[in-house]
């Protein structure tokens, strides 16, 4: 129990026997299906991923199939931060940016989700493993290349070269660097943030697990709402910067 | 009445959970292990002191421009904020650089293997 007393420890383990009994003949057929569950405390941060996914689809399910034009409460909520984060994103992209706002909102999204559920005792962030984080990351790394190309054509790797064209054998290398710089710097943060204020509200629990805390959870509360506002602040940026080339 | 036994009670779930992430490090046996470990923790130290300071005078220097911004043009406060708080941010990924190495070599140290089978 690495990771504390997590809810996963109490499904998991009653749930792989009785898969056991289940798929007994079929994991003599396949045996890398043996650890599907009672090895789950490897990969907890795919399980939580998957959970909190679960947790976003029905919350969107459960709004849109009860649509008003006086909201309910759920609605007003998520009407607030879904025109919050579409007025940031035409602020900061210009009108033309709308296109990208599935991502970012997902992002945004996930990523609040998921520190926030962190808090919760018995519950895992997936973001204060690196993996996860990794994983946006690189998404977004390809996304911001992959719209570059496709607004500029080839002449999108014009703007490596500099300024000045002579200038190309050192510019290239840097910017280079720099750019591979931008999903290590979006993953780091992220988990150093989140991971960090874990092993801080261990500590304090150790020293003094009375009232000391709560100061403690008030900031961690802070810092996972400022982290997923910065991880899509970010990404916008990059997006805006590959769009916006050498005009 | 009620209200102060549900706040100790749930301190006293969050203790509970807490108390169980304590990695369980291995016992060192032999004096260089304990020098290697010891020096280990001197240079997180130092690190993460540093890495401190550094961002104590940056975000400093973020929130005073910050400020003077806001005195001069009330009015663009949402616009400074906004801007402030992504700085701030920015700023303190690098002390968080910083703690991630502090972290590996405290608790994932890539030389452990050479000091603990010895």
């Known amino acids: 129990m690495e990771h504390g007393i997590l809810l996963l420890n109490f499904i998991a383990k009653p749930l792989s026997l009785f898969f056991e009994q289940i798929l007994e003949p079929l994991r003599a057929a396949h045996p890398g299906w043996a650890g599907f569950l009672s090895d789950s405390n490897h990969y907890i941060q795919v399980v939580y991923m998957w959970f909190y996914m679960i947790i976003m689809v029905l919350m969107a399910m459960l709004t849109v199939r009860g649509i008003k034009m006086i909201p309910g409460r759920l609605q007003n909520v998520l009407e607030v931060v879904i025109s919050g984060l579409k007025n940031l994103l035409i602020d900061t992209m210009g009108e033309h940016g709308m296109q990208f706002f ?27 493993s690196m993996c996860t984080n990794a994983g946006m990351a690189i998404v977004v790394f390809f996304f911001t290349h992959i719209v570059g190309v496709r607004i500029h054509g080839m002449k999108y790797f014009k703007h490596f070269v500099g300024p000045l064209w002579w200038m190309a054998p050192i510019m290239i290398p840097i910017e280079i660097i720099g750019h591979l710089a931008r999903p290590l710097s979006l993953t780091m943060r992220l988990f150093g943030n989140i991971a960090g204020e874990d092993l801080v509200l261990v500590v304090i629990l150790v020293l003094v697990p009375f009232l000391v805390p709560l100061p403690m959870l008030g900031l961690m509360i802070f810092t996972s709402v400022l982290q997923a506002f910065v991880f899509s602040l970010l990404t916008m940026m990059y997006i805006s910067g590959a769009m916006e080339e050498a005009h | 009445m009620k209200k102060s036994y549900r706040m100790m009670g749930f301190t006293a779930i969050l203790v509970l959970m807490g108390s169980s992430m304590l990695l369980a490090a291995e016992a060192p046996a032999s004096p260089e292990a304990i020098r290697f470990f010891s020096w280990a923790a001197v240079a997180a130290g130092i690190g993460i002191a540093i890495a401190a300071f550094g961002t104590g005078l940056a975000q400093g220097n973020g929130v005073r421009g910050a400020c003077e911004g806001i005195s001069r043009n009330p009015e663009a406060s949402g616009k400074i904020i906004t801007a402030l708080i992504l700085g701030l941010a920015m700023i303190e990924s690098l002390a968080i650089y910083t703690l991630v190495i502090e972290l590996i070599l405290l608790y994932a140290n890539p030389f452990l293997k050479y000091v603990v089978g010895a």
């Open chain 1, 102 to 128: 599935p991502l970012i909102a997902t992002l945004f999204l996930f990523i609040l989700i998921a520190n926030l559920g962190g808090i919760i005792p018995g519950l895992y962030s997936p973001t204060a």
